[in-house]
């Protein structure tokens, strides 16, 4: 009977969200101001394939991957925070009913961070509809409003200076303007229960930084973090996935000109044209210069702002036998991080994206000293 009710909740919702406002297209507006809630952060990592990216169908089938023994061993390693990526379905049925497990993790998961002073950012990581689609939909966007109305109702009870919320991520609209009525209509469906809860969203085309000058932010809230995510350059940190150059099973260089000259003349055409966009010097002051407009942002809006993800897959050590980009890479990018006063979280947890293995081993103990000496 609770699941049918709250099914009902989040139906009449919709209905009300049409009719009143003939969908969520109002841009952001100003917001009555509450008190800047602390949210004090710096080196967190994302729990990928617990409650996301994971073959689990729920959270009774989730929760043997991720025990208080794993938690103990982040704490150690000196992470301060947790973004928490969580895929719809894990959250809800296809029908809006909650799944109860994955609540009951969830609950566990803020005692354990609560008693160990770690913050944690719950992030709508995956919906359950495509994003092609949703942005095709206004039904489907004032679904992940209400989704959002009934996540705060649960989640309300939650300190203030321990979990913060990400509304979205990675959006993809094929315009801003789009993503700023969107972002906004989910930020006003927390704001009716928790004025003063922190609230992390990203700028669209998948949190780029190029991005950040057409985020519109609603005026007046002092709880909003914007974060982007940094990956690059991406034929290292994503070889192998999808077009990109990394297909090409080449050598790559780092700190330095990614693809050295003596390697691109030892391809074929087809395979330059492949990692032509891909190319060009990385160093550390050459990250330095990718990332200076995220501190200028926060600085020219007067807003909070991290950096939700940055990392690598392990395909191209594996790929190449080179042990040796990962944890340079690493120690340039985090010391960048510290240099601008940026709070980072790193991609992720375990599998082929993640700081140990499926098994639960470590992968690189030196990827750890990198990310926290």
Known sequence: MAGFLRFVRLSCFLILSVYL????????????????????????????????HTPSKSGAEAEK???????????????????????????????????????????QLVGWCEDAKIKLIINFHVPRTPKP????????????????????????????????????????????????????????????????????????????????????????????????????????????????????????????????????????????KLVAPYRGTYTRETQLKRLSPVAEFAKERGVRVRVGEFGFNDRYQKASGDTTIQPLWTADIVSVFRELGLPHSFWGYKASFGLFNSDGTLKDPRIVEALTK
């Not at 003939?22 to 409650?51: M, Q, R, Y």
């Open 133 to 272: 689609e949703i942005w095709k939909s206004q039904q489907e966007r004032d679904k992940i409003a209400a989704i959002w109305d009934d996540l705060s109702k649960a989640f309300s009870k939650y300190p203030l200076g321990v979990v913060a919320y990400e509304i979205f991520n990675e959006p993809n609209c094929p315009d801003d303007t789009m993503w700023n009525e969107f972002s906004a209509s989910l930020i006003k469906a927390i704001r009716k229960r928790e004025p003063a809860r922190v609230i992390v969203l990203g700028p669209n085309k998948d949190n780029t930084i190029s991005k950040l000058p057409m985020l519109i932010l609603p005026e007046g809230d002092n709880n909003l973090i914007v974060s982007v995510h940094f990956y690059g350059p991406a034929i290292f940190t994503h070889y192998g996935v999808g077009k990109l150059g990394g297909r090409v099973n080449v050598k790559l260089n780092y700190p330095g000109q990614i693809l050295t000259q003596e390697v691109l003349d030892g391809l074929t055409d087809e395979e330059k």
């Open 21 to 52: 406002t003939g969908g969520v297209t109002e841009a952001a507006k100003p917001v009555k101001s509450a008190p800047l809630t602390p949210f004090e952060h710096n080196l967190g990592i994302n729990l990928s394939t617990w409650l996301s």
């Open 65 to 107: 991957n991720f025990t208080k023994a794993d938690f103990d061993e982040l704490a150690a390693i000196g992470f301060d925070h947790i973004r928490l990526p969580v895929a719809e379905n894990m959250l809800y049925t296809s029908g809006l009913n909650r799944d109860g497990d994955t609540f009951r993790l969830i609950d």
